[in-house]
């Protein structure tokens, strides 16, 4: 190593011990300092303890007399000495404690009471300090403190503070404040035109709908300040008399009792409701409140109310229909003209008598005694009541009555429609008596028929057996001519028989065969083919998925019977088919009965189901058949109808309901 480089390390090892040296010095000084410090403390404590022990007397009276929470406490924040309301406050149970402030305080909150701690040693007092804190008890508090320093000849030794729990101020200064911004935020909103004046008429608090209603073009923020009395006599106007306007307004001013629902009408249309009402404190004046509202709805709602009101009225006066309204007591409360007529007693008689000891009569009392029971109890009802008009004549009447409510919805008595049906029941009663004659008519129409049937079918079978016998007697004798004659005959007398029991058939068709039973006919059908003449070249088909109804058996099966053979009579080909089906259609159930046949032609459709009607003349056929499969279709409340082309085939469609 050269000497340069020696003597420049020797110069920093000189400079660092110099350093060194001065560093300790300055620490021997600071020390010295400290010492005296911490004696000048130990003493200024011991000083304090002792004029604590020697005052305490003093300062007991002081605690006893102070109301607010007091406390002294060192300068680091240990408590030193507090009173009754302090041990309360903070949640102590007796002065005896070691406890530093410092630990109810939130840790936020450290630096902001460190700031106000220095402010206090400093400036010797701090004054409305608040701060949140944690009680020994747990419990959570806003205080406010006022604090000054405990000074020793000269020398700050502790500080002393009187600390007031704010907690619930403070909650009920917020929720004033809440309700002043919530009042405030409602009357600028509010649907109403508001003014609130003080004493000496300035406006004070105003919102947009007031500046709306009055095409004011400026803010309510705007009029604060503003004379109400010049701001009326500018807006008198805009009024349709601003005469009537301005003296109304002096009027409540000079009297100063509230006003309520005055209505201004405007020369643009729009009707006003304004109220009033002036403000009073202690006896003494301290501003009005204003109120505008744009009632031009209300109004016009009101009329048109007004109007349907009274044509209703004059519709309910005048209806055809008795009308009356009945309190509890079931007292006549109200009628209208009809039921006036409809009793023969004027309005006068009827209102505040008891109609149910007035017209019912003597039978049918106690209907209507029950009837008013159950309109107590809420319910609605129709009935039939028989009264006796003034005249004594007995009249039938159809009531509905039904309770009546109030606006809260408590019964408060009852409402009565009333339909003379006197009318009525006559043509009722006349119409039963009429149909059991009808039905005693048919019932001897049937028995004639049966007589008849019998009394004409006994002769022809005796005149048939005759010819016959005739025949047998003289064939030797007979020549071509005469045989040929009697075998006419005796066809004609086979007609005659077949026309008479069809006769008998179809007149009893309406006749009751007893209850409607479950009847499955897909088996119905089977077992009629089976006894039925279906010649070899023909086939039916009957589709396996006919449905189960509710009918007469031996009518469904004269039905079926009378089309199937129909079907065999027409089909001209050499291999006939009939074809029978259903399907369901809601309420019915649809048969298709079809064959290819012969067919028949349009202009006859209608024809085919007259009686005697047959567009084939046979024998066998007396045109009844098709009317009876139309009685029968008819008595289970169906219809029957068909769709043919010549050369082609016919299909017969009915319904019959499930």
């Given at each position: 190593?050269?000497q340069?480089k020696?003597?420049?390390?020797?110069?920093?090892?000189?400079?660092?011990?110099?350093a060194?040296?001065q560093a300790?010095s300055?620490?021997?000084?600071?020390?010295?300092?400290?010492?005296?410090t911490?004696?000048?403390?130990?003493?200024?404590?011991?000083?304090?303890?002792?004029?604590?022990?020697?005052k305490?007397?003093?300062l007991?009276?002081?605690?006893?007399?102070i109301?607010?929470?007091y406390l002294?406490?060192?300068?680091?924040g240990?408590?030193?000495?507090?009173?009754?309301?302090?041990?309360?406050?903070?949640?102590?149970?007796?002065?005896?404690?070691d406890?530093?402030?410092?630990?109810?305080?939130?840790?936020?909150?450290?630096?902001?009471?460190?700031?106000?701690?220095?402010?206090?040693?400093?400036?010797?007092?701090?004054?409305?300090f608040?701060?949140?804190?944690?009680?020994n008890d747990?419990?959570?508090?806003?205080?406010?403190?006022?604090?000054?320093?405990?000074?020793?000849?000269?020398i700050?030794?502790?500080?002393q503070?009187?600390?007031?729990?704010?907690?619930?101020?403070?909650?009920?200064?917020?929720?004033?404040?809440?309700?002043?911004?919530?009042?405030?935020?409602?009357?600028?909103?509010?649907?109403?035109?508001?003014v609130?004046?003080?004493?000496?008429?300035?406006?004070?608090?105003?919102?947009?709908?007031?500046?709306?209603l009055?095409?004011?073009?400026?803010?309510?923020?705007?009029?604060?300040?503003?004379?109400?009395?010049?701001?009326?006599?500018q807006?008198?106007?805009?009024?349709?008399?601003?005469?009537?306007?301005?003296?109304?307004?002096?009027?409540?001013?000079?009297?100063?009792?509230t006003?309520?629902?005055?209505?201004?009408?405007?020369?643009?249309?729009?009707?006003?409701?304004?109220?009033?009402?002036?403000?009073?404190?202690?006896?003494?004046?301290?501003?009005?409140?204003?109120?505008f509202?744009?009632?031009?709805?209300?109004?016009?709602?009101?009329?048109?109310?007004?109007?349907?009101?009274?044509?209703y009225?004059?519709?309910?006066?005048?209806?055809?229909?008795?009308?009356?309204?009945?309190?509890?007591?079931?007292?006549?409360?109200?009628?209208?003209?009809?039921?006036?007529?409809?009793t023969?007693?004027?309005?006068?008689?009827?209102?505040?008598?008891?109609?149910?000891e007035?017209?019912?009569?003597?039978?049918?009392?106690?209907l209507?005694?029950?009837?008013?029971?159950?309109?107590?109890?809420?319910?609605?009802?129709?009935?039939?009541l028989?009264?006796?008009?003034?005249?004594?004549?007995?009249?039938?009447?159809?009531?509905?009555?039904?309770?009546n409510y109030?606006?809260?919805?408590?019964?408060?008595?009852?409402?009565?429609?009333?339909?003379?049906?006197?009318?009525?029941?006559n043509?009722?009663?006349?119409?039963?008596?009429?149909?059991?004659?009808?039905?005693?008519?048919?019932n001897d129409?049937?028995?004639?028929?049966?007589?008849?049937?019998?009394?004409?079918k006994?002769?022809?079978?005796?005149i048939?057996?005759?010819?016959?016998?005739?025949?047998?007697?003289?064939?030797?004798?007979?020549?071509?001519?005469?045989?040929?004659?009697?075998?006419?005959?005796?066809?004609?007398?086979?007609?005659?028989?077949?026309?008479?029991?069809?006769?008998?058939?179809?007149?009893?068709?309406?006749?009751?065969?007893?209850?409607?039973i479950?009847?499955?006919?897909?088996?119905?059908?089977i077992d009629?083919?089976?006894?039925?003449?279906?010649?070899?070249?023909?086939?039916?088909?009957?589709?396996?998925?006919l449905?189960?109804?509710?009918?007469?058996?031996?009518?469904?099966?004269?039905l079926?019977?009378?089309?199937?053979?129909?079907?065999?009579?027409?089909?001209d080909?050499e291999?006939?088919?009939?074809?029978?089906?259903?399907?369901?259609?809601?309420?019915?159930?649809q048969?298709?009965v079809h064959?290819?046949?012969?067919g028949?032609?349009?202009?006859?459709?209608?024809?085919?189901?007259?009686?005697?009607?047959?567009?084939?003349?046979s024998k066998?056929?007396?045109?009844?058949?098709?009317?009876?499969?139309?009685?029968?279709?008819e008595?289970?409340?169906?219809?029957?109808?068909?769709?043919?082309?010549?050369?082609?085939?016919?299909?017969?469609f009915?319904?019959?309901?499930?």
């Amino acid at each position: 190593m050269s000497q340069e480089k020696i003597d420049i390390l020797q110069r920093a090892l000189d400079r660092e011990k110099a350093a060194r040296k001065q560093a300790e010095s300055i620490l021997e000084q600071k020390a010295a300092q400290l010492y005296e410090t911490n004696q000048r403390l130990e003493k200024s404590y011991s000083e304090l303890e002792m004029l604590l022990t020697k005052k305490d007397s003093q300062l007991q009276g002081v605690f006893e007399n102070i109301v607010d929470a007091y406390l002294i406490m060192d300068l680091f924040g240990n408590i030193l000495k507090m009173n009754d309301a302090a041990l309360r406050l903070f949640g102590f149970e007796n002065d005896k404690v070691d406890f530093n402030l410092m630990k109810m305080v939130s840790p936020n909150d450290y630096e902001r009471v460190a700031n106000s701690f220095k402010e206090l040693l400093n400036d010797g007092v701090l004054t409305n300090f608040e701060i949140k804190i944690t009680t020994n008890d747990n419990i959570e508090k806003l205080i406010h403190i006022n604090a000054s320093i405990i000074y020793d000849n000269g020398i700050a030794v502790a500080a002393q503070g009187i600390i007031r729990d704010i907690t619930k101020n403070k909650e009920a200064e917020e929720k004033l404040i809440e309700s002043e911004n919530r009042l405030a935020t409602l009357i600028l909103n509010l649907d109403s035109g508001v003014v609130l004046e003080d004493e000496n008429r300035k406006i004070i608090l105003t919102n947009k709908k007031f500046t709306e209603l009055f095409n004011i073009d400026a803010s309510p923020t705007e009029l604060i300040g503003m004379d109400c009395k010049e701001a009326s006599e500018q807006n008198s106007v805009l009024f349709k008399n601003p005469d009537a306007f301005l003296s109304r307004m002096r009027e409540i001013e000079h009297k100063k009792q509230t006003v309520l629902a005055d209505e201004l009408e405007m020369i643009d249309g729009k009707v006003l409701e304004r109220n009033y009402m002036p403000i009073v404190i202690d006896q003494q004046s301290k501003g009005f409140l204003w109120t505008f509202k744009d009632i031009t709805t209300n109004i016009s709602y009101e009329r048109t109310l007004k109007a349907e009101k009274q044509k209703y009225y004059n519709i309910i006066s005048n209806i055809n229909l008795g009308l009356l309204e009945l309190d509890l007591d079931d007292k006549i409360l109200m009628v209208n003209k009809s039921f006036a007529a409809m009793t023969g007693y004027s309005e006068k008689e009827l209102i505040g008598v008891k109609g149910k000891e007035l017209l019912p009569i003597n039978d049918d009392r106690e209907l209507m005694a029950e009837q008013a029971k159950n309109r107590k109890k809420g319910r609605t009802d129709s009935y039939e009541l028989r009264i006796n008009n003034k005249k004594g004549e007995l009249r039938h009447w159809l009531i509905s009555g039904a309770p009546n409510y109030d606006l809260e919805g408590k019964i408060i008595g009852s409402i009565g429609v009333n339909l003379d049906i006197t009318e009525f029941k006559n043509l009722e009663i006349q119409k039963e008596s009429l149909l059991k004659e009808l039905e005693k008519s048919n019932n001897d129409l049937q028995e004639y028929a049966h007589i008849v049937s019998h009394d004409l079918k006994s002769p022809l079978r005796s005149i048939n057996a005759l010819f016959s016998w005739l025949k047998e007697d003289n064939a030797s004798k007979l020549d071509g001519v005469s045989i040929q004659t009697i075998d006419l005959i005796e066809k004609t007398l086979e007609k005659m028989d077949q026309l008479i029991t069809d006769i008998l058939d179809y007149s009893s068709v309406g006749s009751d065969d007893g209850e409607k039973i479950e009847i499955h006919t897909n088996d119905l059908l089977i077992d009629l083919v089976k006894v039925l003449y279906i010649p070899e070249h023909i086939s039916v088909e009957i589709a396996s998925t006919l449905p189960i109804i509710f009918g007469h058996k031996t009518k469904l099966q004269q039905l079926f019977q009378n089309l199937i053979s129909n079907s065999v009579k027409f089909i001209d080909k050499e291999k006939g088919i009939i074809n029978i089906a259903a399907e369901d259609q809601g309420e019915y159930y649809q048969f298709s009965v079809h064959d290819n046949g012969m067919g028949i032609e349009k202009q006859f459709h209608d024809k085919i189901f007259k009686v005697f009607h047959s567009l084939k003349k046979s024998k066998d056929s007396s045109g009844i058949g098709l009317s009876i499969v139309q009685k029968i279709v008819e008595l289970h409340q169906g219809k029957i109808w068909l769709e043919s082309e010549p050369g082609i085939g016919t299909t017969f469609f009915f319904t019959l309901k499930k």
